[in-house]
């Protein structure tokens, strides 16, 4: 959504703001962005959202063309906002009343996920976090994660990272057990989806009761079409879910939609 038209939404505040209490646990977190669209991906496609991304990841996938690089690479972290738990939760509140999902994604969210934890425990509707599966939060310490949709997007060998790196059997049966609504999304490009499938079926058989979706790669409309019914097909084949990118299709492809 156009910046200067999410500047005209605003709306009676429905949900209380944070209480000193909850304010005092939290620190400053780089902030991306703060916007208000339609959930362009995966489980929740379709759905009004607010997206909070965070900055920093600690993967590079230097094989890959990272979708936020600005939410990654060190100089633009220039332009990330450090803000307090209780500044994000204002940028929020003219959404609220129309109940929104709340996207946290990065780079990699999980990075901060303490930080977070106001949020993930005051937000009444719910939320999906997005992360390349190698953090988890501690469902132990932070038992409200429980409810937390993980859009868990694993690396795969065609991102260039060592398989150490991008690769944690631990994390993803953790998240699994813990976080039952969580599902699995693939970004999958035509030219080695032979060699890929084999990686897909050992990566996911350590949350095998979790929905796999495979989304195209794609920055654009163009190449979301050249790609899409190749990637389908593979879905069909498999038995897994196909994700398209609505965003792609509905909005120019620029930041902020
Ligand atoms: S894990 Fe995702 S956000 Fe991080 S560098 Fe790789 S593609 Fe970019």
Redesign the pocket.
């Known amino acids: 959504m156009e910046p200067e038209k999410r500047e005209k939404i605003t709306g009676k505040m429905t949900i209380d703001p944070l209480s000193p209490e909850e304010v005092e646990r939290g620190e400053k977190i780089p902030v991306v962005e703060i916007f208000y669209s339609l959930q362009g991906e995966g489980m929740r496609i379709g759905t009004p959202s607010l997206f909070l991304r965070t900055g920093g990841?600690?993967?590079?996938?230097p094989n890959?063309p990272?979708?936020?690089?600005y939410?990654?690479l060190p100089p633009y972290s220039l332009h990330w906002e450090e803000m307090e738990i209780a500044q994000i939760w204002q940028k929020f509140t003219p959404y609220l009343h129309l109940s929104p999902d709340l996207v946290i994604t990065?780079?990699?969210p999980l990075l901060h996920w303490q930080k977070l934890s106001p949020i993930i425990q005051k937000y009444p509707y719910p939320i999906t976090i997005e992360t390349?599966g190698t953090i988890s939060p501690n469902f132990r310490e932070a038992p409200f994660y429980k409810r937390v949709i993980f859009a868990i997007?694993p690396?795969l060998s065609n991102?260039g990272?060592r398989k150490q790196k991008?690769f944690k059997p631990e994390i993803i049966r953790k998240i699994g057990k813990f976080a039952p609504n969580s599902f699995f999304k693939f970004v999958l490009s035509p030219a080695n989806l032979s060699q890929l499938e084999g990686e897909i079926e050992e990566i996911v058989q350590f949350a095998p009761h979790l929905p796999i979706y495979c989304m195209p790669q794609g920055e654009n409309r163009e190449e979301l079409e050249k790609n899409g019914g190749i990637v389908a097909q593979f879905a069909l084949s498999k038995g897994y879910r196909y994700s398209d990118r609505l965003h792609l299709r509905l909005f120019p492809p620029v930041r902020g939609v």
């Open positions: 990841c600690n993967l590079r996938c890959l990272c979708d936020t690089p939410a990654v990065g780079g990699e390349n997007s690396k991102s990272e991008r």
